[in-house]
């Protein structure tokens, strides 16, 4: 089915982003397969095209208005959950390597389903925990850019991702907009683990009162290598 991807086109227009017609088709093909698996699993509560144009599909491209997305880098997407905002990144900026990692295995399916109908190249599903693939020399530091949506800690989630990006790379918190305090509070875990928060940007999503914000923390030195700890402590116990 074709659907109505004016907005998102002038949406991005606007931030000098421009979509061609494969990526309105693939945008396209992966609403519909979104729709169609979340009927048998639990992927978004999302599911009206306009919201999900909005707040996933949007949402995770604006990254490329404050960063530089247009080189072959590789990119780690923590907790991808139903593929935000790997996915989206990946159509828009073909030229990323990208690596989705998810600890259900069922959305690790889901994940391939779409990268298969869409014909993506140069992207991987992975199953498995931060805890343990960060551990794996195959991911540990092997990344110039980490990026999260998923909702933790900003404590925890730097202790989760900080460990697959390479010094000198970047890890992009997707947060909602009231960031300040969690930032403060995480400053000595994120420079423990190697990290420092170099800034905040803000920004709302158009014709909503929803406020976000992408907090950038540059690596500086490698994560002391027992980080991240077992399943589930950064987590219970943040780092402070």
């Not at 990254?63 to 923590?78: K, P, R």
């Not at 010094?167 to 683990?193: H, N, P, Q, T």
Request: aromatic share 8%; glycine share 6%; hydrophobic share 40%.
């Amino acid at each position: 089915m074709k659907h109505d991807f004016e907005k998102l086109k002038n949406e991005l227009q606007k931030l000098s982003i421009t979509i061609t017609d494969t990526m309105e088709q693939q945008f396209s093909d992966y609403y519909d397969i979104l729709l169609e698996w979340n009927q048998m699993m639990n992927l978004t509560a999302i599911t009206e095209f306009d919201e999900v144009v909005e707040k996933h599909f949007l949402d995770s491209v604006i990254l490329g208005a404050y960063m530089d997305l247009g080189q072959e880098i590789a990119v780690m997407d923590m907790g991808t959950g139903a593929g935000f905002p790997g996915i989206p990144l990946k159509i828009v900026y073909p030229n990323l390597q990208m690596t989705l990692a998810d600890s259900l295995n069922k959305r690790v399916k889901f994940l391939n389903a779409v990268i298969e109908g869409l014909d993506l190249k140069g992207i991987t599903a992975v199953h498995g925990r931060a805890e343990d693939l960060a551990h794996m020399d195959l991911y540990r530091e092997k990344y110039a850019l980490c990026v999260s949506r998923a909702v933790a800690n900003l404590a925890s989630l730097s202790e989760y991702c900080l460990p697959f990006v390479e010094v000198g790379g970047v890890f992009v918190s997707y947060k909602s907009g009231e960031v300040e305090r969690e930032s403060a509070e995480a400053k000595k875990a994120v420079r423990l683990l190697g990290g420092k928060i170099r800034s905040i940007e803000k920004f709302g999503l158009p014709d909503t009162d929803y406020q976000r914000s992408f907090v950038m923390v540059d690596k500086e030195s490698r994560t002391p290598k027992k980080y991240p700890r077992k399943a589930g402590t950064p987590t219970r116990q943040p780092l402070h």
